[in-house]
Structure formats: C-alpha cells, structure tokens
C-alpha cells in the first residue's frame, strides 16, 4: 500500500463520536480551525527555516553512531482514527523489538493492574536497552520530534492536540477515551505542560479529555509557549 493510502485509509478500530462538553456555534468552530491551521502552517514553517541546520546535524550525528536511517517511520492513528505516519529522529537500535514497550503499556492499561503499575512514569521505559548512543539525549531534549514538524505542514498533526498513540494502543484504549480522536493529534498537549513524564498514562489521557473540552486558539497559543519553558528545563523529557 502507498504511503498515500496509509494516510487517508481510516483505522479499522471505531471512534465513537462523542458530543464535545462545551458547545459552540457552527461559525465559531469553523473560525477556531481556522485560525489554528493557519498558526501551524506559520509556525512549522518558521520553525524549520530556523532549525533545518540543527535537524541536518542531528541526522549526520544518528547515521555515525548506529547504523540505520536517521528517521523513523511509524504509523500512529491520527484524527477521526485516519492513520498517518509520523516522523522521528531515530533514538533507537534500527529493527528493536518493541516487545518491552508493548509489555509495560498494556500494564498500565490493564483493569486489573496493580496501585504501583497504574502510577508508573508516563511511556517511558527508564534504562531502555534499546537507546541508541545519543538516543537519550535526543529524547530528553525533544529534539528527536523535530520532523513531526513535516507531519504539520502536510495536515497529518497539529502543533498541539493530544499525542498520536499506536494502532495496537488505541486498541488497547477504553471507549472513555474515545473523545480525544475527535481533533487533530499534536506534537504537543495540555499534559506536557502539566506534568510531563511524572504523569501516569491514566492521567494524560484525563488531560486529552480536558483538552478536548476547552481547546481554543488562546489554549494552544499558552500551550505553545509553556512548552519551550518546559523542553528548556533539563530532564523533563525523561
């Protein structure tokens, strides 16, 4: 199948559309979407501009120290359950098992699991075998979701929107959840700026719900500038 397909052919997984908790009038959502497609459409492309040679630099740097390809090509489920692929800097040993990751999310997820499991650091494996040798750099700086930046010039996300889980894990997700498939998926959210990684997943995903329920352009534009001071300050990324 074409990378074209891939990206209009609608997840097999059904998103039921729930009615959003605060209503607004026809003319002010349209004008919303508006204005926050023509936010991301100025602020990638600013931001490339100012970034391509830091993102050349960092694909040199990924090509010496592993070998593999400097980007890495998953497909996440993006709004109304279309999937997509999304774009990172490799921060990964090329062809990983991702048997580990699949293993701690669906713990975190289980009915049945335990106080300490449902409290564990939000997608994220401490000591991951798998990092590459500047891997954990790249992840502690966000650095390695530069190229989502592609994914928002070409509609495929939005700068802020709730985070585009994996096709197994929207599977995994309780129909609870199933409102935050109702906006465009995000580079960043409400909660990377409310918490980050200390959060557990149960309570990210209660902030995709808020998300949902509030977004406005004044939401995301105080979403997008608590995120530089949370990506400035060292570790918040682990």
């Not at 129909?175 to 909660?191: C, E, H, K, M, P």
């Not at 990377?192 to 959060?199: D, F, K, V």
Request: with cysteine; glycine share 6%.
């Amino acid at each position: 199948m074409s990378q074209t397909n891939a990206r209009t052919r609608t997840w097999a997984w059904s998103v039921p559309r729930l009615r959003e908790a605060v209503p607004r009038a026809r003319h002010e959502r349209r004008a919303y979407l508006a204005a926050k497609r023509s936010v991301d459409l100025v602020l990638a492309s600013l931001t490339l501009v100012l970034l391509i040679p830091l993102m050349a630099l960092v694909a040199v740097l990924v090509r010496l120290t592993s070998p593999g390809p400097a980007l890495f090509r998953q497909p996440r489920v993006g709004r109304d359950g279309r999937l997509f692929t999304m774009l990172k800097f490799r921060t990964m040993t090329d062809g990983c098992s991702d048997e580990l990751h699949r293993d701690y999310v669906r713990q975190l997820l289980s009915n049945n699991a335990s106080g300490s499991a449902a409290s564990g650091r939000l997608f994220k494996l401490a000591n991951d075998p798998r990092w590459t040798p500047i891997g954990r750099f790249l992840r502690r700086t966000s650095i390695d979701e530069l190229p989502q930046l592609f994914n928002v010039l070409r509609g495929d996300m939005s700068l802020v929107g709730p985070r585009p889980v994996l096709p197994w894990e929207a599977e995994l997700l309780h129909d609870t959840y199933a409102a935050r498939f109702n906006v465009s998926q995000g580079i960043t959210g409400l909660w990377q700026t409310s918490g980050r990684s200390a959060l557990t997943m149960r309570q990210a995903l209660g902030l995709d719900l808020e998300y949902v329920a509030r977004c406005g352009l004044l939401l995301d534009l105080g979403i997008l500038f608590k995120t530089v001071l949370v990506v400035l300050r060292p570790g918040d990324a682990e």
